[in-house]
Structures are given as C-alpha cells and as structure tokens.
C-alpha cells in the first residue's frame, strides 16, 4: 500500500471532518425547515468518499450522484457556496437551480451529480474517453451506490469503458440499503466487486472505513487508466448511519438492525483516522483539537456566508436553459 | 449547381465539421461500416476513434456523449432509427435537456443526436416513430427537421456548432431525394422558418417530407386558382413563429400537415400558437391533417393512408378554402 506523506493525511482528516461537520449541520438545517426538497447524508462514509477524491489529481474528474454533498468536499471544493446552493440561495454553485442532488462544481472537476441512480455512471465514461481523445493525461473517477449497480447503466458503462479501456475508476460506495431495500435482498451475489469479471476488468473489495485503504486502491486504479490499461471497479463497504434521507418517511420502519448500526459506528471512520494519525506520529492530541476547531469555524463560516446570502433574482429561474440563446426566443 | 441526396448531404456536414473541428467525433451502432449511407469513408479518414461503433448500449452511449461534451468534445450520436431513442430517454431528457440549467450554467451540453425516421415502409409498431414531437414537450433540447438535403446540411452544421443539444430528425421518406448543396461550407440558422413558397388564399405549414406534398397539392390547387404559401419551420424548437405568423395574417387560413401524430402534436402546437397571436387574421377554421392516435400497423395494407398525402392536403384545403 502506498502511503500518503504526512500533509497528505492530514489533508485528507481535514475533508472527512468537514464532510461531517458540513452533513450535521445540513441536518440542523433540514430539521428546522431550512432547506427546500430532501437531503441524502453520507455520514459514515467521509473515508471512501476523501480516500478516493485525494487519490486524483486536482484537475482530474469526478461524477457523484444524489447522495453526494461530500464528493465536491473531497474533491476540494468551497463550502460556503455548496452550502448556499443547499439553502436555494443566489451565491450557490449552481445559482439556486439545483440544490441538495445537484452541487456540482466544474471548478474542482466535480462534474455534477445526479438524482437518477445509476445515470451518472456513462457520463463518467464519456468524460474519461473525451479526456482521452484530448490526450491530457486525466481520469474520471465515479461514485455510485450498490442500489445503481443493479441499473442497466452500471452494465452499460462497465462495457463500454472495458471495451474501450478507458481511463475510468467506478467507485462503489456500497452501504448495504438501497433507500430500505438491502442489497443481499435484490442481488444473489453479496458483493458488487464480483460483476468486474464479466467485463474483464479488475474488481477490488476495499474497507470503505479506512481512508488509507481507499486512497491506495483509488490510485492504483487511476494510475492503472492513465497508463492506457482500463477502467478498474472499487467496492468500498461502508455505511450510512442517517436514513435514505431525511423528514418523517422513516421514523417508523424498522430495516436496519441496531447492532449492525452499532457495529459500523464502533469503526467510524474519524475516529479510526485520528487513532491512526496519533499512532503514526503524524498528529497528537493538541493538533487533532486545533484541526476540528478549525474546521468548525470553517463550517459557521460557510453557513454565515449561505444564510447572509441573498435569494436569486426570480427573473433567474426564466435563464440559463440554452447555452447559445437564439434571438427573439423567449424560451431561450 | 451540383446535387446530392439528403443522405449525402448529412455525410459532407459531418465530414467537413470533423475536418474543422478535431473535438467533433461520432458514435453509434454500425457507424464504421455506413450500413444507414451517412458516415461513407469518415471511418477510413478519421479513424475508429473519431467514427466510433458502440455496442448496443443507447443510454449508455448517449450518457458517454454527454460525458464527453461535457468535457469539451462535440459528440454526434446517430441513433439510426428514431425508435430506439425511448432507450436513452432518461440520459436524453434527465441529464442532456437539464445539464445546462440544473448547473447553472457552469456546464453545456454541445451534442448531436441525430435519429431517422423510418415509417410507411412496413417496419410495424416498433421501428415507425415519427417522435419529435415528444421532445418538444421537454425544455432544453432544440429540435430540427429538415425537408431539404440543402437544408439538412446546414441545419446539422449548425446543429454541431450549437452549444445545446440537439436532435436532427431526418424523415426516411427524404433519403434518397436529390437537390442542390453548395459545397462550401454555409449554415442555416435556427428559428427561422422558410417560404417554400409565396400564395395568399392558405398557409400550408408542413413538417419534414410533408413539405414536398405541400407542394405539390399547391400545384394542384393553382390550377383550380387557388393561391398557396407553404412554410417549412425546419426546427420545432426553436420554432420560426414569426413567418407562420406573418404568412396567416396574409392569407387568413392555416392548414397543417405532420406525419406524426395526432394529439398533443406538433401541429396542435403550432395551431395553437396561430390561435393566441393570429385569430383576428383568420377567415376560416383551422386544420390539421397528421396521423391517426394509433400505433403503426405491418401489412401495407393496414399502413397505407396513415400519413397525410397530397391528396389530402387538396382536400382539406379546397374545404377551407370554400368553406
């Protein structure tokens, strides 16, 4: 396994921390009626989702999908306007046309992400083949879930990048539930990993709650399709510990066993990270406090600069559907 | 001036584009080998990687084009026959139509997705879809529908420099009709409908190969002194009102004629607009002739008079004219 150098793990604790300090408090939001539509948190999942984003390179591609607030974070994206997006505010990413499943942030090379499971998956291979054929040295790296896995998108796009040898890392964030459906109820197989082989591609299983694993895993695969050799399928096993999404849908179904939640939280991945740090040298007790009130005053910050933010213009919501208008077109 | 057929002028667009431009680059089923006539020699020429043969995957390789313009390529997707666009309708209408304004315009979409429409030649229910009509319904795309090689490579050229999608319907009845392509390179602009010809007892508004049997029921129908301008709109999205609007308050009639079909169609739309902008103009009620609501049968038998002929279109005119 390949060892980030110090600041590189450190960096990667600062994500984790900010994904899950950005998550809580996008549900403090929620909870008091903040935020228009649902949100889908990946609490419990920081690792997979840092681990694989740092494992690129900043000008490389990422696609995520609708659980995806920390994608954009891993990738190295701003809060403060992720944030304003959420809240449908002007300075958001996206202006205020998007929200929750839909933070993208062209600048960082998050490439959008998607509400339809499964559908950001050829995108992603169309992103790395255009990279490809522009011959500048980059890959894509796509998020889905186990539920997208069994979408004939995930099929498609295993083939084609295959096919093609792409440079293409798909990156299975299996959290075990699609919304409440497990994922050993709908598929006879227990792991997505296993599907590599129809395609003739390498398919790896990687623990999902140690950032470390992933990252190695991330940049072998990506070092492997930059070097013409193909796309590579990474199942991290993780968890969420929130629901599906938020609001009162799920207050009285009974999925999940308890235990399972309480067996994940007892591997959560921030702790397991600054455990790691603190017996590597890398970071003491002092250091990991300074870091988490950083972040925290990084997060109050973000969400000062999205509740102050203004409301957009309601003449937006009439612009912006062509990229080339056509004169004399109101529509346009 | 030299002729092609409609087929070869959508070759040459796509040649040329691909000569100008090194991001333009097409993929789809069968594309190497010029089974459909409109990709000849661009495989030779530009190489498998820039003429690219997809497995059966529609919505897979329609998301790998929006992937692709997404980072900076002009993909041209050529999905053969019109009917196989129901596979790729979520990458079609979820992510190529919202791209752009979901993003808030940190991205676009620059993609062709070209599709032909095969009907009235025995293909049945699944291979006869005259579908543009769906798509209008869905705010993002523009839409062209040539009736003209002259038109179709212009539109096309234009279409491959758009930074919108676009899908380019090209009616099978129109392949191997001939006429005059300049072979330099010239665009034809969207929005803006043509007179394909000046009358002023009836506007005939007519859709794709309809623009031919428009014309020659006006021929037809001058011989009984009756004087007919036809419009071509060329795209549905944007649609040139203005000309149809323009001609109606001239001739105080509209007939329209579509092959597709009848309900929530492309002539109700365009009825409709001359309904709200041009009533006061009217000296008649005013007239579709589309398909039926029905699916599209095999026996030609069964199929024969399911599209508007000019026949018809005498009719219907000769009934609005009298009326």
Redesign the interface.
């Known amino acids: 396994m390949s060892t980030p150098d110090p600041a590189t793990q450190l960096e990667m604790y600062r994500r984790m921390l900010r994904i899950r300090r950005f998550d809580e408090t996008v549900k403090t939001l929620f909870d008091r009626g903040r935020i228009p539509g649902s949100v889908h948190l990946s609490i419990g999942q920081e690792a997979e989702v840092v681990g694989a984003c740092m494992a690129l390179a900043g000008d490389d591609y990422m696609v995520g999908n609708h659980r995806s607030h920390g994608h954009p974070i891993g990738k190295g994206a701003a809060m403060g306007p992720l944030l304003a997006e959420i809240l449908g505010k002007a300075t958001g990413v996206n202006g205020g046309k998007g929200g929750s499943m839909h933070l993208a942030d062209f600048s960082v090379g998050s490439l959008g992400e998607s509400s339809i499971v499964g559908s950001g998956l050829p995108v992603a291979v169309g992103a790395a083949l255009g990279a490809r054929m522009q011959g500048n040295g980059r890959v894509c790296l796509c998020f889905f879930g186990d539920g997208a896995s069994n979408e004939g998108y995930f099929h498609e796009a295993l083939n084609m990048a295959s096919a093609w040898q792409v440079p293409v890392v798909f990156l299975c964030e299996n959290n075990s539930y699609g919304v409440t459906t497990a994922f050993s109820r709908v598929s006879r197989v227990p792991d997505v990993a296993t599907r590599a082989v129809a395609y003739g591609i390498p398919g790896e299983i990687v623990d999902g709650q140690d950032a470390r694993v992933v990252y190695a895993a991330v940049q072998n695969a990506a070092q492997r399709a930059r070097d013409g050799a193909g796309p590579t399928l990474i199942e991290a096993k993780t968890y969420r510990y929130p629901h599906h999404s938020e609001g009162p849908l799920y207050n009285n179904i009974t999925y999940r066993d308890p235990a399972e939640l309480a067996a994940w939280q007892a591997r959560d991945p921030l702790p397991l990270f600054a455990g790691h740090l603190a017996e590597a040298g890398i970071a003491d007790a002092a250091l990991l406090a300074d870091i988490e009130q950083a972040i925290s005053a990084e997060v109050a910050s973000a969400l000062e600069f999205a509740e102050q933010s203004p409301w957009p213009d309601p003449a937006e919501a009439h612009r912006g559907l062509y990229r080339t208008p056509i004169a004399g077109f109101d529509h346009a | 001036m030299r002729e092609l057929t409609f087929l070869e002028a959508i070759r040459e667009a796509q040649e040329q584009e691909m000569a100008r431009d090194e991001r333009v680059?097409i993929l789809g089923e069968d594309v190497s080998f010029n089974v459909y006539g409109s990709t000849g020699g661009l495989a030779e020429r530009f190489g498998l990687?820039?003429v690219?043969d997809?497995?059966i995957?529609e919505?897979?390789?329609?998301?790998?084009?929006?992937?692709?313009?997404?980072?900076?390529?002009r993909?041209i997707v050529d999905f053969t026959i019109a009917s196989f666009m129901y596979l790729a309708m979520?990458?079609l209408v979820?992510?190529a139509a919202k791209?752009?304004?979901?993003?808030?315009?940190?991205?676009?979409v620059?993609a062709v997705f070209r599709a032909a429409l095969f009907y009235n030649g025995g293909l049945a229910a699944q291979h006869s879809d005259r579908n543009y009509a769906m798509f209008m319904q869905v705010?993002?795309l523009?839409i062209a529908v040539p009736s003209t090689p002259h038109d179709a490579k212009g539109l096309l050229k234009s279409a491959i420099r758009?930074?919108?999608p676009v899908l380019m319907f090209e009616d099978g009845a129109l392949w191997g009709s001939r006429g005059e392509v300049p072979e330099d390179d010239y665009l034809i602009p969207?929005?803006q409908a043509a007179v394909r010809r000046e009358g002023s007892d009836l506007t005939i508004v007519a859709i794709g190969s309809r623009v031919r049997e428009a014309l020659a029921a006006a021929d037809t129908l001058a011989k009984q002194g009756i004087s007919v301008e036809v419009i071509d709109p060329r795209t549905l999205v944007?649609l040139g009102r203005?000309t149809i609007l323009a001609s109606v308050a001239k001739t105080g009639r509209a007939l329209v004629v579509d092959v597709g079909h009848r309900s929530c169609g492309v002539a109700g739309e365009i009825l409709a607009t001359i309904a709200e902008d041009g009533f006061w103009s009217l000296r008649a009620p005013l007239k579709r002739l589309t398909a039926p609501d029905m699916q599209i049968p095999f026996s030609p038998a069964l199929e024969k008079g399911f599209y508007p002929d000019t026949a018809q279109i005498v009719d219907a005119a000769l009934a609005l004219v009298q009326d």
């Open positions: 680059f990687d820039r690219r997809t497995p995957s919505s897979g390789f329609t998301g790998v084009a929006i992937g692709a313009a997404l980072v900076g390529m993909p979520d990458q979820s992510i791209t752009a304004y979901m993003y808030g315009g940190q991205a676009h620059p705010p993002g523009k758009d930074d919108d969207f929005g944007p203005a």
